[in-house]
């Protein structure tokens, strides 16, 4: 099992109306991804959004930047919206990112949530998962190219009248993917979020998911054996079929201590991103979510670990990333909570699933 932080670097508004700028933001990133490096934990992930209130709208060049300030973490996106994006060009980027960061780069593809990125790039939101499923299909091609290849070429299908137009991408005749990566495979992880359907794909591509906890595991699943099931039906390695989860978190010395320091900045964030009115997300609404059948891990290591391991045992996690700098949670804070994740949390969960 393997832990990590991710951020989509928003830029949420304090009381007073002043937010963190982009600089600031990328900045603060780059220094905490030093700190998981140094702190022994394995990766970090950045969000793709294309909004005045995030920082990262190209993740792959934040990538970059921390790859020439850290060591060993690995490195993706959280996530990469393939549906409004080339994958012959995700794929060079992130071909480029393994070769600059000495192979640790990871390409973490989704839908994303919010709809920015259709008008941006010319897509009609109605082909949502039209587009995503033929761009995700091309990426993975293009990953078993280079695998196979030192100069690897890509053919891919024009529409034709087996698929009555749907392909979203043109078609390629031996086209060129350069640089090759450092990595054999380059590993493609798929971001999924409640569908059946998007799980069974999951498997049936052999490649591992991500899920963002937002509720409790519980609600989880049913899902997950549907990846599984799929996955060994199409002929996958069990081996080959990971699950990682992802939650809003932050840790501090006392269960007390880290709720009364979170919650104004985490009612910030919810108001503000949701987006909902001033004062509509009341401290029994958070009480409620950082509960024991809630997605939200606000408490003392112990108690943060004790959840860890129940999602472990019910989904059979080989990853945990904690989702942090939410809000207007000051750097500092951020800071403590990801030490506390790497030296107290890791080592707790480790140990007690016999890693350790």
């Known amino acids: 099992m393997d832990f990590g932080i991710f951020t989509f670097g928003e830029l949420t508004r304090d009381a007073t109306g002043n937010a963190r700028t982009a600089a600031q933001r990328i900045d603060e990133t780059i220094r905490l991804a030093k700190l998981a490096d140094e702190a022994g934990l394995d990766v970090i992930g950045l969000g793709e959004h294309h909004r005045h209130d995030f920082a990262f709208s190209a993740p792959e060049i934040v990538l970059a ?29 992130f071909a480029t990112l393994d070769t600059i960061s000495g192979g640790r780069a990871e390409i973490l593809a989704g839908r994303g949530v919010f709809p920015e990125s259709f008008p941006l790039f010319g897509y009609d939101p109605a082909n949502y998962d039209a587009l995503f499923e033929d761009k995700f299909e091309l990426l993975l091609q293009m990953r078993d190219a280079a695998a196979v290849s030192e100069h690897p070429t890509v053919t891919w299908p024009a529409a034709d009248a087996a698929n009555s ?7 390629l005749h031996d086209a060129a993917i350069a640089p090759r990566p450092i990595q054999e495979h380059l590993p493609i992880w798929r971001g999924v979020g409640g569908t059946p359907a998007s799980f069974v794909r999951a498997g049936q591509a052999g490649v591992p998911l991500f899920l963002a906890l937002l509720s409790g595991h519980h609600h989880f699943e049913r899902l997950v054996q549907l990846y599984r099931t799929a996955g060994t039906q199409a002929g996958h390695a069990a081996s080959s079929l990971k699950v990682g989860t992802g939650s809003h978190f932050f840790a501090a ?18 108001e503000q991103n949701m987006p909902r009115p001033a004062g509509s997300f009341p401290r029994e609404n958070f009480e409620a979510w950082a509960g024991p059948g809630g997605g939200l891990l606000v408490g003392s290591p112990a108690q943060i670990t004790e959840r860890i391991l129940a999602t472990h045992e019910a989904l059979g996690t080989s990853r945990f990333m904690a989702q942090v700098g939410l809000g207007t949670l000051p750097f500092a804070e951020t800071a403590a909570s990801v030490e506390l994740l790497a030296t107290e949390i890791v080592p707790a969960v480790r140990k007690a699933i016999g890693e350790e």
């Open 165 to 171: 137009g749907q392909r979203a991408h043109h078609a």
């Open 65 to 93: 930047g921390i790859a020439r300030e850290t060591k060993n973490i690995r490195l993706t996106t959280a996530v990469t919206v393939l549906s409004t994006a080339d994958p012959a060009r995700v794929f060079e980027q």
């Open 253 to 270: 010395r006392t269960s007390q201590e880290a709720r009364d320091t979170f919650y104004p900045h985490y009612a910030a964030y919810i």
